[in-house]
């Protein structure tokens, strides 16, 4: 099991095909809306997830351990950006491309919404160093998939180690 840790002791526990799926989408919206330099760092975490290069059953990471800023300004603009990706994602943005159906893909992005949504980034925990830093931030885009890539961390996207 995968597991992505909200606040309060919440969990979503994901299967490896769950984790799989929850990646994609994810993968689509984040590549979409990324803007801001925290939101290119959300986007190489996200890269990190993808188990065809990590492992299976090895990822997951709690909202608490990532670095949501310097100040309640930026960390409010983290975690808006962070409900904007689920907001578009929950509209099926770019599903249709998915080589498979992702029947519960949707109960996992509304129980993740709201962890999000009740997490207080006041509460993480400094000095984590689960988000990727900066220089290690997702700034290529995969050509052939229209979205952000493993870079630096590998040249491919999610999409591109599935073998779509």
């Given at each position: ?78 975690k808006d950006f962070l409900l904007r990706v689920l907001d578009l994602a929950l509209t099926h943005h770019r599903w249709e491309e998915l080589t498979y159906e992702p029947p519960r893909v949707e109960g996992y992005l509304r129980t993740y919404r709201s962890m999000v949504e009740d997490f207080d ?44």
């Open positions: 099991m995968n597991e992505f840790e909200g606040g309060d002791g919440r969990w979503l526990s994901l299967t490896n095909g769950g984790t799989a799926v929850f990646v994609d989408v994810l993968t689509f919206a984040v590549s979409e809306l990324a803007r801001e330099p925290w939101d290119f760092r959300f986007a190489a975490l996200l890269s990190l997830q993808n188990q065809n290069v990590m492992g299976r059953g090895v990822v997951g990471f709690g909202l608490a351990e990532l670095d949501w800023g310097d100040s309640p300004q930026e960390a409010a603009a983290a980034p006041a509460t993480a925990r400094a000095g984590e160093e689960v988000l990727p830093g900066p220089h290690e931030a997702a700034s290529a885009s995969c050509v052939r998939h229209r979205v952000l890539n493993g870079l630096p961390f590998w040249e491919e996207c999610v999409f591109c180690t599935e073998g779509v």
